[in-house]
């Protein structure tokens, strides 16, 4: 490869990285509520598959970090899946001395929430992104976001009675 050809690839390399930096973080802390045990496999993934696609960002249509983000949530949920199918735990019945504990476990409502729901609630509650970010990285409107919350707290409302 020519000299500046190699040298036109560590630019790019670069400036990704300086654009990757600041959020990585948020992607971590985005992969772990969406992944939590395949966190730090979801961000690298996320990371390699933004770098595939890295000619495919247009800032016109969002930030770096709300494209970024929005590709880490694509892949936790393709790890969520993938994982869902492969440790699917045999059926049993339980034992009669299994009662079900009653409990508040907003952790475990959230996990009940339809999957937008959940989305919407991860990213705008526990990542930290505003609304616009999250409307980028569900791909939809404001509007469809601010909608989906309030869905998604009157769903968990009802779950926690």
């Known amino acids: 490869m020519p000299r500046r050809q190699v040298s036109k690839a560590g630019d790019a390399a670069r400036e990704f990285e300086a654009r990757v930096e600041p959020n990585l973080e948020t992607m971590l802390r985005l992969a772990k509520r969406l992944g939590r045990d395949h966190a730090e496999d979801i961000v690298q993934d996320a990371l390699a598959r933004a770098w595939a696609k890295r000619g495919q960002f247009d800032p016109a249509l969002g930030s770096f970090a709300a494209w970024i983000l929005a590709i880490t ?14 440790d699917r735990p045999i059926a049993h019945e339980p034992r009669e001395s299994q ?8 952790e475990a409502s959230i996990r009940k ?6 989305l919407a609630v991860d990213c ?3 990542a ?29 409302r009802e779950l926690l009675r």
């Open 99 to 106: 009662a079900p504990e009653v409990m508040l476990d907003l």
């Open 73 to 86: 949530a694509d892949q936790a949920y393709k790890t969520w899946r993938w994982h869902s199918r492969r």
């Open 128 to 156: 930290g992104l505003s609304i616009a970010e999250t409307a980028a990285v569900m791909r939809c409107s404001e509007g469809t976001v601010k909608s989906t919350l309030f869905d998604a707290r009157a769903t968990l």
């Open 124 to 126: 705008f509650y526990f």
């Open 113 to 118: 929430l339809p999957d937008r729901q959940r």
